[in-house]
């Protein structure tokens, strides 16, 4: 189905843009400093979902609807931009000061941080228009288009669980550390403006 030199290729430009920073990453440190290792698994696992669910989209042909449709477009991106703003306004104006296994709202945090992910990537057309340009360029010449997309999106997702896994690791023997209040509050407001910053990046996007 594919061309070993195609492929690798793709291995090594995936593996490049995966290990680039953005608000994934920043959402699964987050995560594992401040909340510990089953809500940053939680939060890579609903990213990865929402790349499979992008995948499976621009597979069937909604990716490029969104690349053609200006509308389509517009709807998704302010749609995404409005809820990363949203999340980090309330981290920058509600900090937490402490994380106990007790407390109610890091109950509620391991219960959302699945959710928090899954919407941030589906709610980011952009991803959408990165597949729809990006995979295809890995797909042999005359050779059908949608069952190697999705493959491609799923190997993009495999390195990107095996990235926040090495995240996680790394993070998680230090979050007694980082669990000292005005640490906890840092940790908050910095990753509420690395989403805002995120989110007028996407609305201002073309």
């Known amino acids: 189905m594919f061309d070993p030199a195609l492929l690798a290729a793709f291995l090594f430009a995936a593996t490049i843009l995966t290990l680039t920073p953005g608000v ?3 959402m699964v440190l987050r995560a594992a400093t401040v909340e510990g290792r089953r809500p940053a698994m939680q939060a890579a696992l609903g990213i990865a979902l929402g790349c499979l669910i992008w995948g499976a989209a621009v597979a069937m042909g909604l ?3 969104l690349r053609a449709s200006e509308l389509a477009y517009t709807i998704v ?3 995404g931009a409005a809820y990363l703003v949203w999340l980090g306004i309330g981290l920058m104006l ?3 000061r402490k994380i106990a296994a007790d407390d109610p709202q890091v109950k509620a945090g391991q219960g959302n941080a699945f959710c928090r992910g899954l919407l941030t990537n589906l709610l980011n057309p952009k991803i959408g228009v990165f597949y729809v340009t990006f995979l295809p360029q890995f797909v042999p010449p005359g050779a059908p288009v949608g069952a190697p997309i999705f493959l491609l999106a799923s190997i993009h997702v495999v390195l990107g ?3 926040f896994a090495v995240l996680i690791a790394a993070t998680v023997p ?3 550390a980082l669990r000292r209040p005005s640490t906890v509050a840092m ?3 910095l990753t509420g403006a690395v989403f ?3 989110g007028a990046k996407l609305a201002l996007s073309r």
């Open 77 to 79: 991106k302010i749609a």
């Open 174 to 176: 230090l979050g007694r």
């Open 187 to 189: 940790l908050d407001r």
């Open 196 to 198: 805002v910053a995120f």
């Open 63 to 65: 990716g490029t609807l």
């Open 161 to 163: 669980l095996v990235w």
């Open 94 to 96: 509600r900090p937490r």
């Open 24 to 26: 994934d990453t920043a």
